[in-house]
C-alpha cells in the first residue's frame, strides 16, 4: 500500500512559477512511476509528467515541455514538479500517482493505482 500527499497549489499570476511536492509512504516499488496528472473542471484527467522510480526516465506531455521538470528525492520518498511559465491553461487539480504502468502506457491514468488527494493551481492575472 502506498501513500500519497500533495502540496504546493496556489494563485499565481500567468508567467509566475510554482513547485508541486509530492511525499509518498508505504512501500515504493523500484518498478514504479511516479506521474503527475491534472484535471481541469469539466474536463477529464490528464497526464503531465512522469518520472521511473528505478532509472529516473522522465517523459512529459507536450503541453508542459520545457516549461515543466519532474524530480524524484529517493531519500525523501518525494516527487517534485517545478512549474515555470505557468498559463492559464495549466488551471487544475494536480495529482500525484503511482504503480508499475505497462510498457509505453505511462500516459493513461487507468494504469496507476495510488493516487493522492490533490491540490489546485489557479493561474489568473
Known amino acids: 500500500q502506498v501513500q500519497m500527499v500533495e502540496s504546493g497549489g496556489g494563485l499565481v499570476q500567468p508567467g509566475a512559477s510554482l513547485r508541486l511536492a509530492c511525499v509518498t509512504s508505504?512501500?515504493?516499488?523500484?518498478?514504479?512511476?511516479m506521474a503527475w496528472f491534472r484535471q481541469a473542471p469539466g474536463k477529464e484527467r490528464e497526464f503531465v509528467a512522469v518520472?521511473?522510480?528505478?532509472?529516473?526516465?522522465?517523459f512529459y506531455d507536450d503541453s508542459v515541455k520545457g516549461r515543466f521538470t519532474i524530480s524524484r528525492v529517493a531519500a525523501s520518498n518525494t516527487v517534485y514538479l517545478q512549474m515555470n511559465s505557468l498559463k492559464p491553461e495549466d488551471t487544475a487539480v494536480y495529482y500525484c500517482?503511482?504503480?508499475?504502468?505497462?510498457?509505453?502506457?505511462?500516459?493513461?491514468?487507468?494504469?496507476?493505482?495510488?493516487w493522492g488527494q490533490g491540490t489546485q493551481v489557479t493561474v489568473s492575472s
Open positions: 508505504g512501500q515504493i516499488l523500484s518498478s514504479y512511476g
Open positions: 518520472v521511473r522510480w528505478r532509472s529516473n526516465a522522465k
Open positions: 500517482a503511482a504503480d508499475t504502468y505497462s510498457d509505453g502506457r505511462y500516459y493513461l491514468a487507468k494504469e496507476y493505482e495510488y
